[in-house]
């Protein structure tokens, strides 16, 4: 899929929106993955320091086939912002790379910054924190979740550059 998009130029676009489909998320998330600008279809979770379902997903396909090729899978995760416990690492980023994932956004933490560095997919979250999570399997998949505030719902449509992150609920490029 081509990149030719600008976060900025979106919210030239949709500034005037008042439908609530179009939202920008707040300046607070970090680059961590090698990929800076991403785009793709959302999928969601929903959990607490418990990764047991980020892995489960990013250990899957992260891309759905279209008549124009391969188009990479967002996975947003909502961590309920807890600064406690990593939500995905090196092995999980390296997993997200290799299975076709475009990117992964945390409204949590990661770990492993240095190998996360290295691999090709977008990753943003909010701070790093060495300490793992434990795996009780918890948490919900594929419902609306709340970022830093604002909705998301699987299927919305995530665009993410060096200016920040829009959701829109339908795909804009």
Request: charged fraction near 25%.
């Amino acid at each position: 899929m081509s990149l030719t998009f600008a976060t900025c130029d979106l919210c030239d676009a949709k500034k005037n929106d008042a439908s609530g489909d179009f939202r920008v998320l707040p300046p607070v998330f970090r680059d961590y993955g090698a990929v800076r600008k991403f785009c793709g279809p959302i999928v969601t979770i929903r959990c607490f320091e418990d990764n047991s379902l980020v892995k489960a997903a990013l250990d899957s396909a992260g891309f759905e086939e279209s008549t124009t090729g391969r188009i990479g899978k967002i996975l947003v995760v909502d961590g309920g912002a807890s600064l406690r416990r990593a939500l995905l690492g090196g092995n999980l980023g390296a997993a997200a790379a290799r299975n076709g994932w475009a990117g992964v956004v945390i409204d949590g933490c990661v770990r492993d910054v240095e190998e996360l560095a290295g691999l090709a997919v977008g990753i943003r979250a909010l701070a790093s924190m060495p300490l793992p999570t434990e795996k009780r399997n918890e948490g919900q998949t594929g419902v609306a979740v709340r970022i830093q505030g604002l909705w998301v719902r699987p299927g919305d449509w995530l665009y993410a550059d060096a200016d920040g992150m829009v959701i829109s609920g339908e795909r804009l490029t």
